[in-house]
């Protein structure tokens, strides 16, 4: 039995998020993501305008008038959510945890799917991958996807993005758009990455909070690091120390960035302290000039 708590949270994320799917996503999901194809439909008689290399040869042999070949776009996708569960997103100096915007955004991305009859699926990892919902259709599956966003109780606390990369190899065999959300705070992964991008439509969304590079001066602080539990005392008011900080945070950004544009990889910023509606709707337009 799914607690109530549980139930009645995972509705404010039903009604929220679907409310930005029906006013500013749905239109944009479709004309931005494309199906597998085109398939054939039907064959008809040719009339004057028609393209002649559509022409289906053997009916019209058999029948003495031209006929063509009409094909429709295959629509249907598959969309898999690719959530990072690891320590580093139970973190958040704002409203939200990083691992909530991740929840909320996930969210967002299912129901736009659903809502264009597209499946959608769910890999959460940590240093592994942890849980695996296969890709299918409808909103019980979308809720039951939400839930395990928002309340799966992970087991590793650590993140290798590569093992949840070479998991996914192995279970995904149709091409799909796989929406990476991550604060990606982790080495190694990017021949993986690149390797499965060829493959597939993969997007990066990368989480982050303010304060993983901003320190307040605010004296002496313990910190903790959520994936390996280790502590440290930092003095906030050394000048020094938070310019190396920040510097350092810089550096992790623009490396990351420019792998995935050396990857052709499509990527999204987010961060806690500013709505993500804004960004994502700017990456929708920006593809959708890209690909008509």
């Known amino acids: ?15 929220r998020t679907g409310r930005l799917v029906n006013a500013v996503f749905a239109g944009r999901y479709e004309s931005v993501f494309k199906g597998r194809g085109m398939e054939f439909h039907e064959v008809r008689e040719y009339v004057p305008g028609d393209d002649i290399r559509s022409i289906d040869w053997n009916v019209t042999a058999r029948t ?3 006929f063509v070949k009409k094909f429709i776009e295959e629509r249907e996708l598959t969309v898999l959510l690719m959530a990072d569960v690891s320590g580093s997103g139970y973190f958040g100096s704002r409203d939200k945890m990083k691992s ?11 129901f736009s799917a659903i809502k264009n009859n597209d499946k959608v699926g769910l890999l ?25 966003l928002l309340y799966y109780k992970p087991r590793g606390r650590k993140t290798s993005i590569n093992s949840a990369l070479e998991y996914l190899a192995k279970v995904l065999k149709k091409k799909a758009v796989v929406f990476l959300i991550s604060d990606f705070m982790d080495s190694g992964y990017e021949r993986s990455l690149r390797i499965l991008n060829k493959r597939h439509d993969i997007i990066a969304i990368s989480i982050s909070d303010p304060r993983e590079g ?25 000048r020094f120390l938070r310019s190396e900080i920040k510097k350092r945070r810089s550096s992790f950004i623009e490396s990351r960035n420019r792998a995935f544009r050396s990857m052709g990889l499509d990527a999204v910023e987010i961060s806690t302290d500013r709505p993500y509606v804004k960004p994502l709707i700017l990456f929708f337009r920006m593809r959708a000039k890209r690909f008509r």
């Open 1 to 15: 039995m799914i607690p109530k708590e549980i139930l009645k949270k995972v509705r404010q994320i039903e009604i």
């Open 64 to 66: 003495g008038h031209p």
């Open 100 to 110: 909530e915007v991740m929840a909320e955004i996930g969210a967002l991305l299912a």
């Open 124 to 148: 959460l990892f940590t240093d592994g991958a942890e849980k695996f919902i296969a890709p299918k259709k409808g909103r019980p599956h979308v809720l039951r996807v939400i839930r395990e």
């Open 214 to 238: 901003e320190l307040p001066d605010v004296g002496l602080l313990e910190f903790e690091d959520a994936e390996t539990g280790e502590t440290v005392y930092l003095d906030t008011s050394d």
